[in-house]
């Protein structure tokens, strides 16, 4: 063999072996789980935040009027993302008063909790920041700062 297949075929080899390792976590547009037309606006306190990637969750349990909660996954961006824009840990703790507007998940179920994406949260200090990711596909609204 020559020299160049001794460089390349371990090469090769590494890169059918990685790319066997398994499925990865896809990404998704945002029109393949939520619905544009089932705006929401979710008023309560931030129980968890999952800072994992593709995309960060923040849980937000709100309370009904017959007085029951219900709890809110809400999908922003990545985490990334949301620390750029201004939303960052110590900000997102467990305890914290938001306001969230967004979008519903096309399934409308709320079994075990209702599901949706959210487009930007307002703080307890009056701040409202994006959440949302930028090119899903989601509505343009002008909360996205990088909108034109």
């Known amino acids: 063999m ?11 080899v590494l890169a059918l ?34 800072w994992i990637n593709p995309h960060a969750w923040v849980h937000v349990e709100t309370t009904l009027d017959n007085g029951e909660t219900m709890t809110w996954e809400l999908e922003a961006g ?18 914290t008063e938001v306001v969230v507007r967004g979008y519903q998940s096309k399934d409308r179920m709320c079994v075990p ?15 409202s920041l994006f959440m949302g990711s930028s090119g899903t596909g989601a509505p343009r609204d002008g909360a996205d700062p990088t909108e034109q």
């Open 2 to 12: 020559s020299r160049r297949v001794h460089r390349v075929l371990p090469v090769a």
């Open 17 to 50: 072996t990685l790319s066997a390792a398994g499925p990865s976590p896809a990404h998704h547009a945002f029109s393949a789980e939520f619905d544009a037309n089932l705006p929401i606006k979710i008023e309560g306190t931030i129980t968890k935040v999952e």
């Open 78 to 95: 990545t985490p990334n993302t949301l620390v750029r824009r201004g939303l960052t840990r110590t900000l997102l703790r467990p305890g």
């Open 113 to 127: 909790n209702c599901r949706g994406s959210g487009r930007d949260m307002k703080l307890p200090d009056g701040r």
